[in-house]
C-alpha cells in the first residue's frame, strides 16, 4: 500500500525563509516544505503558480483573495506570519474551508517599543540633528521634554494598550480613542477616552494603531492635518493606507505639522523619494513589529498553527516522541 506524501507547506514571506531557527523548526514536522529563498515578491498570478500544489502556506504581506483561493485549490490553511489581517480575505477563506492561523498582539511590545524611541527621539530632535551633523552642521537644540507631553492613542488594542502602560511613567496626559468601549482600560490607566477630532486638535502627538480597513482607508487625512498643532507630531505604525500619504507630504512641507515618523507606506517599498527625503520625516523600513524576539514568536505561531491544522494525531505522537528523544540526548 503507498503511503500518503507528506502535506507540501511553502513558505512566502522571504524573512522567514532565511530565518534559519524558524525553517529548521519548520522542516522538524513530518511535512514537505518550500521556502522562498531567492526573495521574491509574490503578487497576483506569480504567487498562484508559487502556491497552486501547496496544502498549506506561511504567508507575510501578500494578498490572499477568493481568485488566489478558487485557483490554488489543495491550499487548507494559511498560516499568517505576522498580525495585520487586512491582506486575508476572511471571508473568502471561510466559504472554501480554508482554515486562517492568526494570534493577535504576538508582536505588541516590539512596535510599542519603538513607538515610545520615535516619541523621544522626535521630541529631542535626535533623528533630524544627528542627520544634520553627518552634513558638518552643528546644531545645538535639543528639543522639547517627551515627559508630561499630550498623546493621543488612535486605536486601544493590544498594542495601543501596551503602549499605554509604557507611557505611565513620563507622565503624558493620555487621550485615547477606539470603535469599542475600552473605558475599563482608560480608567484604570487614566486614559481620557475622546473624539478622534479630540485627539488631534490637543495632542502634542498622535500615534496611529489600527487595523486597515474600509472605515479606517486614509483615517488620517488633510483634514486631520489642520486641526493638529503646527509644532505637533504624527507616528504610524499600523499600515500605510490608514494615512493619506499626499496629505502628510503637504503638511510636512508647509509646516502644518512639525513632523512624522512612518514605518509603514502605501506602496512597499516606498518609491516617493521626494517624500522619503523630507527633512521633517523620519522613515523605516515596517520594522516596528520585527525585533529578533517577536519576528521568533511570530514564526513559531505560524508554526503551530501549521502543526494543529495539517498533522494527524499519529503524527502528533510521533513528533511529541521524537523530541523527547532530543530532549533526553541533550
Known sequence: MCECPKPLIKVTSPSFSINSLLTNELKSLPIRVVLNTAGKRF?????????????????????????????????KIVSKYGVGLDNIDLDACRKRGVAVGWKPGINK??????V???????????????????TGDW???????????????????NIGQDLAKLL???GCRLLGNDILDRSVFANKHRIKLVNKEEIFYSSDIVTIHVPLTTSTHQLVDMSSFELMNNEAYLINTSRGSVVDQSALKKALKNGCIAGAAI???????????????????IPTPHISGNSYEAVLAMGRNS???????????????LLDRSNTVLLAAN
Open 43 to 75: 503578487k497576483g498570478e506569480s504567487l498562484v503558480e508559487f502556491l497552486n500544489d501547496a496544502d498549506g502556506a506561511i504567508i507575510g504581506l501578500e494578498s490572499v483573495n477568493a481568485d488566489l483561493l478558487d485557483k490554488c485549490s489543495r491550499l
Open 263 to 281: 514605518d509603514v507606506f502605501e506602496e512597499e517599498p516606498p518609491t516617493d523619494m521626494s517624500f522619503l527625503q523630507l527633512p521633517n520625516l
Open 168 to 170: 505611565q511613567p513620563f
Open 303 to 317: 508554526i503551530k498553527h501549521i502543526e494543529d491544522n495539517l498533522l494527524t494525531s499519529s503524527d502528533k505522537d
Open 116 to 134: 515610545i524611541g520615535q516619541m523621544i527621539g522626535l521630541s529631542r530632535n535626535l533623528f533630524s540633528h544627528s542627520n544634520l551633523l553627518r
Open 139 to 157: 546644531q545645538k537644540d535639543g528639543g522639547c521634554l517627551f515627559s508630561d507631553k499630550t498623546v493621543g492613542i488612535i486605536g486601544l488594542g
Open 109 to 114: 511590545r516590539s512596535v510599542s517599543e519603538m
